[in-house]
Structures are given as structure tokens and as C-alpha cells.
């Protein structure tokens, strides 16, 4: 997590820690006041599960909250590479179907772009 993240990730904990003392919500999350203590100077980050309470307690869903550090999710890969195995295990008439289809949505992309360029 780069610099900007973790200062982010700081102001986050602190505002989820609201009034409260380092002790009680680190016992609320079952966790050290030692835990919180470095979480808030950026020298540790919070767990998978420490990190989604404390965006809840923030007001923030996960992926609001990664999306404010700027810390991008893992790409969802394996829903493609299982759909390109499927793919190369079907019927040749299959894959053509899917192939048109593929083609059509390419050329009204470029059909669709070029009117964009026509209008400005």
C-alpha cells in the first residue's frame, strides 16, 4: 500500500474509532489497543476481516472503502478463463455462433465511435 493509501487508511480508522479509545475499539474488533495504535500511525494495516468493520463503522461498503485508497481489487479472471474453456470444449457450430456474435459487437462499437467523431 502506497504512502497516500496508508494516510487514507488513517484518517479512516480514526474516523471509525469515532470518540472512542484505542482500547475499547480494539476490543470491539477483538484486537489490541497496540493494533489500533499502529494501524493509526501506518505502521501495520488492518486484516481482511478488521479492515470490513472498520469501513462499516466508517459508513463504507469494502469496495468504496478500496476504492477510496486507490487499491485496486484482483481482476476477476477466472470467470473469463472459465468461459474460454468452455469455449474451446464446444461444438465448432457453437463457437461460430459466439464468434458472430462477437464480430456484431465489435462493429457497432467502431459503427458507434465513428458517429461520435462525425458529431464533434
Sequence with gaps: M???ARKKLIEVVKMARASMSQR???K???V???AVQLWEKGESIPDTQNLANIAARAGYTMEELLNYLGVKPLPQSSDVNQIVK???SMPLNEVAIIGRAVMDRLAAAVEASGDEA???
Aim: glycine residues 12%; without cysteine; proline residues 0%.
Design 24 to 26: 475499547a475499539f480494539g
Design 86 to 88: 468452455h469455449i474451446k
Design 118 to 120: 462525425k458529431a464533434s
Design 2 to 4: 502506497d504512502l497516500e
Design 28 to 30: 470491539l474488533l477483538g
Design 32 to 34: 489490541s489497543a497496540t
